[in-house]
């Protein structure tokens, strides 16, 4: 069976015919295509096209594909167990081997997700101040919980709307959103509610709306206003967290969290999630403290050591200059060769490996607002461009992209070379 085929079945059966968003290709229009492999840099479709991947599952894949290593590790767990519901000793080398490199993460809960981390950190960081209030930024992500899935209301600064049907305004009246990057309507909003505020959720970087870095400046107005008025800082660190830095956001910048969560690459691949922090503040959590949260499949063994051997080798071999140079190779590969084509309003916004492709501003994108408005239209154009050349970006113009290790040189030029003939073709 073709995608094609595939696609319709699945839409009998699957709301949209995926599991999440957007997969379904709902944002750059046409079918999805259905993958069976992957090795590498590359996916292999159903119909045996090869595609090199530049989506890498969202973020978890730093080493791209099945490393060698890393599947060694899964097959060799896998005959010894896949779940105990017990204690075991694998989720215990992952906690310390964090610990010992992190030092804002003295303790840490594994869950099987970023969204259950945040929102498992937010009870955290409520219990540990008696306030209800979080608040949150317009641009970032932090996953599907109630709680966050709002957007900046219209009217007075602070409010904030459901970004989803089912989320009633009784659930979110104790989120607060802010536009990012203004340090004025922060200062003012602590000044009015710093004191009923639990905890300030940040992605450092945020990456799930196009990728807005961030001014340093803002980020550490954001941690002297909430020590100031006795908020938790949360950097949620699920896309950035072993991505960008080993540590993280919070090592590039020295700015450090009261409460982190990580989620992507910390399972090397499978589904696993976490909160970490300060041991006073972890320690509320069950059974240690009142603060209850549990989970049936947490801390699973194949995802364990899949995550402890991602980590270590991201420890041990530091890839993270090598992969900044080839996204930078790439992404003004890819700029040059559309201004060759005639197309001049391209750039690329590029931070480590994490990428987004953009139409030209004037200035610097930190906020959702200043995003050009023809976007998604551009973006979609070439995403199918590239498709047809056997180039899978991830399917949405507001999505980052990734480069893992296994993107060697040669690759990024066949990407290269694959663009130059996509850029002449018409479709
Ligand atoms: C992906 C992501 C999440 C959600 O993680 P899931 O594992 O998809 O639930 C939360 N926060 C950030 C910053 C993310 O990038």
């Known amino acids: 069976m073709n995608s094609e085929e595939l696609f319709l079945r699945s839409k009998k059966v699957v709301p949209g015919g995926v599991h999440s968003p957007v997969r379904s290709f709902a944002s750059v ?36 594909h099945r490393h060698p290593e890393i599947q060694e590790v899964v097959e060799d767990t896998v005959r010894k167990a896949w779940s105990f519901g017990a204690c075991e000793p694998y989720s215990l080398e992952l906690a310390e081997f964090i610990t010992n490199r992190i030092p804002w993460v003295e303790k840490i809960r594994f869950v099987n997700s970023g969204t259950e981390a945040v929102m498992s950190a937010l009870r955290v960081a409520r219990a540990a101040t008696g306030r209800s209030k979080i608040l949150k930024f317009d641009g970032c992500y932090h996953g599907h919980l109630d709680q966050l899935l709002v957007k900046a209301g219209s009217g007075l600064a602070g409010l904030s709307s ?22 004025i309507a922060l200062e003012e909003l602590f000044l009015k509610q710093g ?6 959720a940040i992605e450092p970087i945020p990456a799930n709306y196009g990728l807005l870095p961030q001014r340093t400046e803002f980020l550490k107005k954001c941690r002297e206003l909430t020590t100031k008025y006795g908020v938790l800082l949360l ?52 059974p240690s403290g009142p603060v209850y949260q549990a989970g049936t499949l947490s801390a699973n063994p194949i995802g364990m050591r899949a995550g402890l051997k991602t980590l270590t080798k991201a420890w041990n071999e530091n890839p993270y200059p090598d992969l900044e140079s080839k996204t930078k190779q790439l ?32 200035e610097s994108v930190r906020t959702i607002a200043d995003i050009p408005t023809d976007h998604k239209t551009k973006f979609s154009i070439f995403f199918h461009k590239l498709l047809d050349q056997g180039v899978y970006l991830a399917p949405s113009g507001y999505e980052v992209g990734f480069l893992s290790t296994a993107h060697t040189n040669e690759i990024i030029e066949t990407t290269l070379s694959k663009t130059k003939q996509a850029l002449q073709k018409k479709i």
Request: aromatic fraction near 12%; proline fraction near 4%; glycine fraction near 16%.
């Open 29 to 64: 229009g046409g079918t999805p295509v259905f993958f069976s492999e992957a090795s590498g840099a590359y996916l292999k479709s159903v119909e045996g096209k090869e595609y090199i991947d530049y989506c890498l599952s969202f973020g978890p894949l730093l080493f791209g």
């Open 162 to 183: 459901s970004d989803s049907k089912g989320i009633g305004p009784e659930i979110i009246q104790n989120t607060l959103v802010l536009p990012l990057d203004d340090e």
């Open 195 to 200: 004191n009923e505020i639990a905890c300030l």
């Open 235 to 286: 950097f949620d660190e699920v896309i950035s967290g072993f991505r960008v830095s080993f540590q993280g956001m919070a090592g590039l910048t020295g700015i450090t969290p009261d409460l982190v969560c990580y989620g992507k690459i910390i399972g090397g691949g499978f589904p696993v999630g976490a909160y970490a922090g300060k041991k006073d503040l972890m320690d509320l959590v069950a």
């Open 331 to 362: 992404t003004s590969g890819i700029v040059k060769l559309l201004a060759d084509s005639g197309d001049e309003g391209w750039e690329a916004v590029t931070f480590g490996s994490l990428y987004w492709l953009k139409g030209k501003t004037k």
